[in-house]
Each structure stands twice: as C-alpha cells, then as structure tokens.
C-alpha cells in the first residue's frame, strides 16, 4: 500500500461541500473494491460505531443477491411506524449520495455528512490506513446513527456479507433474500460459494429469514454452526396475492389480510417476518401504516410522466431480471387491456420500448437473453454509456443486443439523457418505456427526465 496514500493530506474541513468530500474519497484508495474487515475495523472501534451497535439498538442485517433495498425499506417503515426511531442504510443511490443514510425516513443533511466524513477522515489517518469509498461513507452512516442514538438499525449489505464492511457490526436479525450468480469476481462463481459469503452475516444463536425455497448447503452449514433459528418461506412463512389491493401473510402463529404495498410481496414478507420474529412491539396498526406508504424508487417503478408510461427497475443481473418479468408480464396484460378502452385514440399497436445500459463487468449477455426471450413485443433498444467508471461502452451493449435481437431497432446515443429524450419522442402514448439494467441507468434517466 502506497505510504502518499496513507499519509495524504487534504485541504477538505467541515466548509467543504459534500460534492468535494465525495470525489475527494473516491481517490485516497488503491481499488475501488477491496473486501476485508482488518483495514475497517481499527477505525470503526476507534469511532466507537461498533460498541455503540452492541449497547444501544436493535439491528437488522439484509444480505442477498436480489430485493435487498426493498426488503430494508419495509423493515424500516414498519419500525418506525411502530415509534421506533430508526436509521436506514442503503445502497448504491439512485440520484443524490444522501439517499443512503436515512433516519426516520429523512435523508440526513450534507452537513451532517460532511461532519461525519471529518471524524471518519481523522480516525482513518489516525489509525494510517487507507479505506475505500464505500468503507469510508458506510462508517459515516454507522456514526451517524450512533450519534443519533437511533433505536434500531436497517442495515444493507453492499456485496456479500462475510466481508462487507456492513459485518463489522452484530446483527440481533439477519436476512437473506436470495442467492443468485452475481459479483462472481468477488462471491464466487457457483451458488454454494455465494452462499457461504452472504451466510457470513450470521452471528451466535440468532435468527434468519431465508426468502427463496432453494438453500445451498453452505448457508444450512452456517445456520448449524451458529445454532441460529431459521425462518424460510414456504416452510415457516408464506404469502399469498388475494385481489391488487389486498395480500395474505401467513407464519406459525398469525394469518393476517394486509393492504398490498407498492414494492413486491416477495420482499415485503420477507421484512415482515424479520420484524415479527424480532422482539420489537408491533401491531397491526403500525404494519397497516408501513405497507401503505412505504416507497422505494426504481423497484418495479410505473409512473406517467410526459404523457407516457414508464416503468424503471434496476434489475442488473438474472436473477433480478427473470423477477422483472414475472411481475412485468401481467403488468403488460393489464396495459394491453387499458389501452384496449382507449384505442379509439390509437391507430398504433402498443409496444415495448427498452432504455437499457449496464456495467460492464456483469453478465450483460444473460440480461439480454432473459428480454429478448420473453416473448414481450419489444420494437426499439435504446442504449448508451452511462456516466461511470465501469460503465459498459456502448459498442459492448451493441456488440451483444446484435446477437440477440431480431426485428427489434436499435438506437445508440452518446448519453443516457439524449437516449432518454430519444425514446420519449419515438414512443406513443400507448407504448411502455422500460428503464433497467442498473442503478446508474435509472439515475440518469430520472435525472434526465427531472424526476427527484
């Protein structure tokens, strides 16, 4: 490790702008990535987040290939609405860095960033280490929260578990949404090997929801060597669609008819068998409230905007996008039938238009596969690099929708906002603009549309 590195010193203060601290944070490391707790937890215990954890709330762990940030939204509603004072962290975000680090549902102020990031900074040089970006913002949010002597704690893990820097506080609860082939450079290649660094989130005698009926060994091998309770769908909870208002959730010893929230049932029985299986005090009440306001941006995301329809979602690998069109497919039947009522008003067809970019270090051929064989009446691909340094270029995009798509145009633009423009002007009211493929490309497409 580079002694400039360690030893780099700045001219940021608490009257820099969040901006600056941002960039500035982005370069004191020699990778973007770089998994491990030997280099983190010096400086957390040196901030006294980790004692802080252990003393004074409650926390709830969310590891998983897929549905993370809804399953922690849900925990997080409902805590609240139960009275709790609760911080939520979160990422990546969508359009500003505070969506992140949240208490009480409010996103934290730059200043209360900033003022983090200084007493981070200087337990970092302290301790002479460097840590990443992610390692240095994720302790921000931890003190944060420790400082704001928040009751509970939903915490999302960024990659993995074992060795997110997320781990370096004890979970009370854990959560595994599911485990599907993703960041195979740093989980593993296979399922079992996923398995084992998401399963590493476990702690001594506590509680898992497990949120898919498929479990490799390793995570049941990690559950016994922890003597931890297990909690899986389909064997100790289940859930069930009654009419698209209302949903029936069902475990051991409760059956309730809830009101259907906007994000997907999945996730949400996965959050609700966490809170029930917690000590927390929760009626039904507070759970009724949650599932009725609680909201997530980009996560099966349909909205009107400019006289068009659009959906945004941030499936970005397999798993995640299989999961989209399961819920898109039905979608699209409802859409066909509205547009049926309407039709005197078009002379068209009603088709798909896709709004699509990636990064490049995903499995981009797979993503494709999934859309093109759906079977969805997709008529135009627009594409184009996202702003970010493991962006996928354009001429990649192209290079793999070419051995896929047959019939269907596609359009390429330097920017996600002239692809954002485009698509909105070729399309017709009675079309669906699909928006996915990462966090970044919703970022950019609401950015572009001005959406907050």
Not at 174 to 193: C, K, P, R, S
Request: with cysteine; hydrophobic share 45%; proline share 3%.
């Amino acid at each position: 490790m580079s002694d400039s590195l360690v030893s780099s010193t700045h001219n940021l203060n608490d009257q820099s702008s969040l901006t600056e601290w941002l960039d500035y944070m982005q370069q004191i490391h020699v990778s973007a990535i770089d998994m491990g707790l030997s280099r983190v937890l010096p400086v957390a215990e040196l901030l006294g987040v980790v004692q802080s954890a252990k003393d004074d709330a409650y926390v709830f762990t969310v590891a998983g290939t897929n549905g993370k940030g809804s399953t922690t939204a849900v925990i997080a509603q409902v805590c609240q609405a139960a009275g709790y004072k609760t911080a939520l962290y979160q990422s990546p975000h969508l359009s500003v860095f505070n969506e992140r680090v949240r208490i009480n549902g409010e996103m934290v102020s730059d200043q209360t960033l900033i003022d983090a990031f200084n007493k981070v900074e200087a337990a970092r040089l302290a301790c002479d280490l460097t840590l990443s970006f992610f390692e240095m913002t994720t302790l921000a949010a931890l003190l944060i929260f420790a400082e704001a002597d928040c009751d509970v704690w939903v915490l999302e893990v960024g990659l993995g578990g074992r060795l997110d820097v997320v781990n370096i506080i004890d979970p009370d609860m854990a959560v595994i949404t599911n485990i599907g082939i993703d960041h195979v450079d740093w989980l593993g290649d296979n399922i079992e090997d996923i398995g084992a660094e998401k399963a590493g989130i476990l702690r001594k005698d506590i509680a898992l929801i497990y949120g898919s009926d498929q479990m490799p060994t390793s995570v049941q091998q990690a559950i016994d060597k922890h003597d931890a309770t297990c909690y899986q769908v389909g064997q100790d909870f289940s859930y069930r669609e009654l009419d698209s208002k209302t949903w029936q959730y069902s475990n051991a010893a409760i059956t309730m008819q809830l009101p259907r929230p906007a994000l997907s049932l999945m996730n949400t029985a996965n959050a609700l068998s966490a809170v029930l299986a917690s000590p927390l005090n929760v009626d039904m009440a507070a759970l009724e409230q949650a599932l009725q306001t609680v909201k997530l941006a980009g996560r099966f995301d349909y909205r009107e905007v400019k006289a068009r329809h659009w959906l945004f979602d941030v499936a970005h690998n397999e798993h995640g996008v299989t999961f989209l069109l399961k819920q898109l497919l039905p979608l699209w039947q409802q859409h066909l039938a509205q547009q049926k009522v309407d039709s005197q008003t078009h002379h068209t067809p009603a088709t798909i238009k896709i709004l699509f970019s990636m990064l490049g270090d995903k499995d981009i051929d797979k993503v494709v596969q999934c859309l093109t064989e759906s079977g969805l009446p997709i008529s135009d691909w627009f594409i184009a690099e996202i702003d970010y340094p493991r962006a996928a270029s354009t001429e990649q995009l192209r290079g793999i929708l070419a051995s896929y798509v047959d019939g269907a145009q596609i359009h390429e633009f330097n920017r996600l906002s002239a692809a954002t423009d485009a698509v909105m002007d070729a399309s017709q009211p009675q079309d669906l603009i699909v928006v996915c493929g990462s966090f970044h490309t919703i970022g950019e497409a609401l950015s572009a549309l001005k959406i907050s």
